[in-house]
């Protein structure tokens, strides 16, 4: 049950695009299309921003996508807003029925 | 709409136990998977467990099996994890969260520290 791996931080000026990216296994990423992405202010609830790989809820702007290649996962902002600043984490379903996170990045608008 | 509320978060001597309770409203609790996430001090998210919407299947995380035990009261739309000896590295914010493979909506959370 090793967390997926996620870069530390990223960062971006506003308007720009960024890609965090999310590496796992055939055992989790790559085994299913389960993964999410959330994005967590400190103090604040998690918000999940996809599922199921590329699926947004309703309420999440489509300056937010995802996607997955073999066994890493991505996770595309554009039109980077302040607002975006935060905590960024992935998870996947796993081969024994569990769950596991990313360890997480954190974005810094410039 | 939606409402996740955590409860039973404290101190607590290590070895010792606590119950956290998460009450849900606003939705079937009884068509829903639902989960336990901590994230200790400074930290990631880490996922705990996961139980099935009737109560029949439930899965943890390899640090906690045999400690904690995740359960529900469909008739109290409530979520308890039951958490026995409870050492340093369990200190974190405790959040419950709906779901069966993402998890759409989070509580605010419940800080359990674990100190001697």
């Known amino acids: 049950q090793s967390a997926l791996t996620q870069p530390a931080s990223v960062s971006g000026s506003p308007g720009q695009s960024i890609t965090i990216s999310c590496t796992g296994t055939?055992?989790?990423?790559?085994?299913?299309?389960?993964v999410s992405w959330y994005q967590h202010h400190p103090g604040k609830a998690p918000k999940v921003l996809i599922y199921d790989v590329s699926y947004r809820p309703s309420g999440v702007s489509n300056r937010f996508s995802g996607s997955k290649s073999g066994n890493t996962a991505s996770l595309t902002i554009s039109g980077l807003q302040a607002e975006d600043e935060a905590d960024y984490y992935c998870s996947s379903y796993t081969s024994i029925s569990t769950r596991v996170f990313g360890g997480g990045t954190k974005l810094t608008v410039l | 709409q939606v409402q996740l509320e955590e409860s039973g978060g404290g101190v607590v001597q290590p070895g010792r136990s606590l119950r956290l309770s998460c009450t849900a409203s606003?939705?079937?609790?009884?068509?829903?998977?639902m989960h336990w996430v901590r994230q200790a001090p400074g930290k990631g998210l880490e996922w705990v467990a996961i139980?099935?919407?009737?109560?029949?299947?439930?899965y943890y995380t390899n640090s906690v099996k045999g400690r904690f035990t995740v359960s529900r009261d469909n008739s109290k739309n409530t979520l308890y994890l039951q958490m026995n000896s409870l050492r340093a590295d369990d200190t974190a914010v405790y959040y419950c969260a709906r779901g069966m493979y993402s998890f759409d909506y989070w509580g605010q959370g419940t800080l359990v520290t674990v100190s001697s």
């Open positions: 606003g939705f079937t609790f009884s068509s829903y998977g």
């Open positions: 055939s055992s989790d990423v790559g085994g299913y299309n389960y």
């Open positions: 139980i099935w919407y009737d109560g029949f299947n439930k």
